[in-house]
């Protein structure tokens, strides 16, 4: 039995990876390892709530100690990392805890890791031969794209906001373990993910919370900065598949080949609230999009070549863009209705 250390599962990818995980895999143990900071929540997991092969505990990936105490109580032989600081706002106001979350607590698990599964550089304890790190990451870290072109594994990396700059020291920071000790690493890089259980700051959350509430719909600059979209649990999936048959040391980007300018998305939004739950005054709630002063540094474009997860491990997003927006649109509309 796997017995696989998952931090940050009470955010917004974690908690649906481990529903995932523990629904697809009768025989693997999933620890969560959280903070429980603003963006964590612990109602994401309720439906999970004191299942046998599910253990949450409260910390910080930052502290070693606990981090080693669970490495030894769970036996613990693979781990998902997902646990940061996400949100780009807030690493232009504050970047120091981006710092001290995504990079020295990405090298306190990588060390601890490493003591635990390793007697040495090149030198795995008997047993432990399997054992894997896996790092999720983002395509942030590839920094901006003009109108054409995709990132790909081999881009060069080129971070731009403090966010993207601490998740790509923290992907290097792997890159090391990998080629100075020999651990067995894979890291994936992902575009922006959307679906159930994300923190109310980010864009989808926002575009439909104020919708209902009759509020301005912010939209930053002039709402023609692009990203590209996949279905989170396309993301579970992609992550699942890499840590069970990625090649160690690899990075592998994932993404949905699914690219919408911001004030598209929220237009595509409002028709489908329109339809959904019909304004009382009958006008479109695209009456709400307000434009606001963009975010400084903002990147024009992301954009990912997953042509070598798709090509080398079998992936592909299942998840069409309407489906996978009507799932997400009902799921909030269910969780704000009775909000507003
Ligand atoms: N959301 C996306 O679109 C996206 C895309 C690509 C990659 N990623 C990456 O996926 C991972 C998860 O993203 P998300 O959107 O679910 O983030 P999130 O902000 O929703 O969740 C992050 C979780 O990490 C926890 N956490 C933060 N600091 C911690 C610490 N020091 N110790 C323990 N727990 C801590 C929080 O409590 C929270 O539960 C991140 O590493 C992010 O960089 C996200």
Redesign the pocket.
Known sequence: MNSILV????????SNLIIYLLDTYPDCRVVN?????Y???SENLADIQGHERYNFVH????NSELVNYLFESFSIDAVMH??????VDNSISGPEIFI??NVY?TFVLLDTAFRYWMDGPFKCKPGFEKCRFLH????EVYGSLGETGLFSETTPYAPNSPYSAS?AASDMLVRSYFHTYGMNTVITN????YGPR??NE?LIPTIIRNALKGAPIPIYGDGKNVRDWLYVTDHCRGLELALRKGKSGETYNIGGKNEWQNISIARLICRNLDIKRPRNDGSSYEEQLTYVADRPGHDLRYAIDASKIETELGWHAHESFESGMEKTVDWYLNKYVSAV
């Open positions: 931090t940050g599962g009470a955010g917004f990818i974690g390892l959280d903070k429980l900071t963006a964590g929540n910390g910080d990936i930052g997902l646990a940061a600081e996400s949100h001290q979350s607590g999720v990451s983002t395509d998740k992902c575009s922006n993910n994300q923190h980010k």
